[in-house]
Nanobody, 124 residues
Framework: QVQLVESGGGLVQAGGSLRLSCAAS????????MGWYRQGPGNQRELVAV???????NYSDSVKGRFTISRENAKNTVYLQMNRLKPEDTAVYYC??????????????????WGQGTQVTVSS
């Protein structure tokens, strides 16, 4: 089983910065890709950024050059540094972690786990 805990959302003025964190815990054997998604009002959930186990990062065009995704493998944690925030970045941000972990019956399985979501609001 894998649990994710997100932190770091809040209210910020346009042009400001926020840093999101997402820590994974549980009976994890290995973690593969870690990513951030967001869902704005009336919108579908969209990919913001993803980072592979080898550290390769990819970003959506809307955040490229402003957001930076990173991971700290020793802590099973992924971060999203968001700079030069815009009102259109307002959304609930969710982390996603793909891992291989033990189930409650102690069998290995692949998991795609979601955080609880954290609100980011950017005022103009």
């Amino acid at each position: 089983q894998v649990q994710l805990v997100e932190s770091g959302g809040g209210l910020v003025q346009a042009g400001g910065s926020l840093r999101l964190s997402c820590a994974a815990s549980g009976t994890i054997l290995s973690i593969n890709a870690m990513g951030w998604y967001r869902q704005g009002p009336g919108n579908q959930r969209e990919l913001v950024a993803v980072i592979t186990s080898g550290g390769t990062a990819n970003y959506s065009d809307s955040v490229k050059g402003r957001f930076t995704i990173s991971r700290e493998n020793a802590k099973n944690t992924v971060y999203l540094q968001m700079n030069r925030l815009k009102p259109e970045d307002t959304a609930v941000y969710y982390c996603n972690v793909r891992s291989r972990a033990y189930t409650v019956t102690m069998r290995l399985a692949d998991f795609s786990s979601w955080g609880q979501g954290t609100q980011v609001t950017v005022s103009s």
